[in-house]
């Protein structure tokens, strides 16, 4: 008789994904909109932007996943040890870190203004 615990766990590790994507690009599209505008005059958005946009659609999706991750921990045997679980949150909190570091260094190019970097 097949393992149905693990079937339930592979579910919701699918599952978790796709909550991840929406939610990242839900929190990307704002800063694409920003700087699509931004530079609506120009030629649009630079390679640049497209790859910045990228990377914090990437971290996001992390963040967001992990966290599920976590919420789900007692489908996954791995993350109902503890030394795994404050693992799991210190890489969360890098991550958000990272994240809202990208964002307060690139606002200024974000927004539109000239000359940024």
């Excluded at 909109?33 to 946009?53: H, K, P, Q, T, W």
């Amino acid at each position: 008789m097949p393992n149905s615990s693990a079937k339930r766990a592979t579910a919701s590790f699918g599952e978790s994904a796709k909550y991840a994507a929406m939610v990242s690009t839900l929190l990307i599209a704002p800063l694409a909109l920003l700087e699509f505008n931004a530079n609506a005059r120009g030629d649009g958005m630079s390679v640049d932007s497209i790859a910045m946009m990228g990377f914090l659609w990437a971290i996001g999706f992390g963040i967001i996943w992990l966290l599920s991750l976590i919420y789900n921990r007692s489908q996954f045997e791995i993350l109902s040890k503890s030394v795994v679980l404050v693992l799991f949150v210190f890489l969360v909190l890098a991550l958000a870190i990272v994240w809202a570091g990208v964002i307060v260094d690139q606002m200024p190019c974000i927004i539109g203004k000239p000359n940024c970097i």
